[in-house]
């Protein structure tokens, strides 16, 4: 196992009628400016439950932040944050609102330059708006880690940042806010989490039994849970299940002491900046293609994958990470996410312009760092 | 799943050579009152780790604190932070260290009377002089929540209480420490941590795959690699993935919305308490016993845990049970733990005292509130 340290400060509050406690974990006389998205709140009844608990609070709104937040409309609230000396951002939402809502926390407070710095020079995050997170979607984990994931529109650029300080200092998780989500999002929110734990579990072994175990144990019940919340999204105890699984497969506890790998985050990033596919559709193409072309350097894990989720143990070591693959992509899609290039439009020539984007940056993929640009091809050439 | 609330701030600070990191942790210009246990840590060079790095630092130092540590030695502490105005606590040592350190951080700032409150009348904790950890010996979780379990010698009794207040600032585990531990006291920790485990786990079913699971991986983490710690106690890898498991045995993640039975350690104290048996051997006793007499209640989980943990698939369900029973107390004999009252010399006469000092409280013990008296001594004389 390697050294590691592990500090993971946030209050979850998780249940059923657990909404209307957001008014106990504000802080008391705070401007509070209320950070969403589309509008889907509005018709769910969430926006209702908060804005009841928050009747006594001096409250501002920031809505219509999209998914994959964009640069531009988390500075328009920056400036709101500035002029009205907001004090405390509560995001109600999912991982995009959240995402944006630690941005804007970061943003508003950095006195180093310009803002844009923070994603793509690791411009350090000195302090940050305090926040607090009424979750409306199971997918990214942000509800309970210090990462964010934000997008130029103007450069087609996506790019992520992560620090303590924007930890939210609550999340509020009721489950049955996935009874009025469409399928797609639940299949994206399985995915998501499942590819997060992927990232953490399936890279080269460095002896660590209980992250591989609990990896595991996610996995398995993403693979359980998931179906039944599609068969039924009024369930709860599934609902209930595949939200906590997907907290967990984000909140540092699965990565400590292990390598990471997040080659397929960043190639998917691409993805959604040239053609705007969803985060969890492009890990849904990208994965397969890494564990196809790494399957020598994860070998070991890829065969522990196959064997403890997916009880694969005939034939030889090619075969069985095929199987394993196979079996994977078979998930993928039995949640209704297609898992290659051309179901989704993308032409080759993209590939061509994603494998240029990598050549010019200096660093290389991958929990070795040996994935170059001429891999990330071959990893996209094989999801054609 | 129940609905809950999850909150763990603690620092961890994990790996080889990671003592000399103290001095970045404690507080400035703080007066530190070092507190440790019976000079183990002079001898395996811990002490002189600890003060090497706190060169630079005021410090005081209380040393003796024993076993199941006693509220007159605790008190004899809490004199000397009050006089010296100590204003923060490093623990270095086992949990019993730890325990003890917590009852002192909040007996010093608790002013609603005698202190002893806090244990016997659930007395809150409205404060307490934060406190820091080297930890020495996995075994109780203790560095990562803010449990404590003091004894009473004039009284015999050995009681418990809990408090975020409590929790530690940071905790530093060097996996290191566990070289030099004695058979005797990495087997104790092999067995604390499992049971820690099984009240958490082998309770009735509130449909929560995913706290199961977690649960699973850190018992088979502790089948696993215990063994191997005590084969060969310079295993680094085995001794971080036993030191990294029993943290994760008892830091409110797996019993986080699920049901708690905690009657194992109840009864536990009451042998230590009259025949100073160390708390891990008690549950070595207690625990087959629980199993059996609740063998009804607890039913689908104990079938769920003989069949996954042990591979248990053949019989009725009665048998599948006493398989499962037979495996536990294999296990715990297997690290060097006897499993019966005989073998540590209690007579029949103790379980009578004991029976005697629950009939007189009025609660009753197990996830269900459903444990008598009259349970509790048939749960002792199956372990006659």
Redesign the interface.
Known sequence: ????????????????E?ISKVAAEVPKNAKILLTYGGGSIMKNGVYEQVMNALKEVELSEFGGIEANPHYETCMKAVKIVKNEKVDFLLSVGGGSVLDATKFIAAAALYENGDPWDILVKRGKVEDAIPIGAVLTLPATGSEMNGNSVITRVSTLEKMAFSSPKVMPQFSILDPQCVFTLPDKQVANGIVDAFVHVMEQYLTFDV????QD??A???L??LI??GPKVLADRKDY?AA??FM??AT?ALNG?IG??VAQDWATHSIGHELTAFHGIDHARTLAIVLPGVMNIKRESKKEKILQYGKRIWGITEGTDNEKIDAAIAKTVEFFESTGLPTTLPAYNVPEESVTKIVARFEKRFYKLGEKADIDHREIEQILRDRL
């Not at 002896?207 to 209980?210: A, D, E, K, V």
């Open positions: 196992m390697y050294n590691f340290e592990y500090k993971n400060p946030v209050k979850i509050i998780f249940g059923k657990t002896n660590s039994p209980l175990r609990f595991e144990s996610i398995t019940t359980e849970e105890d209930a299940n906590w699984a967990m506890l400590a002491g």
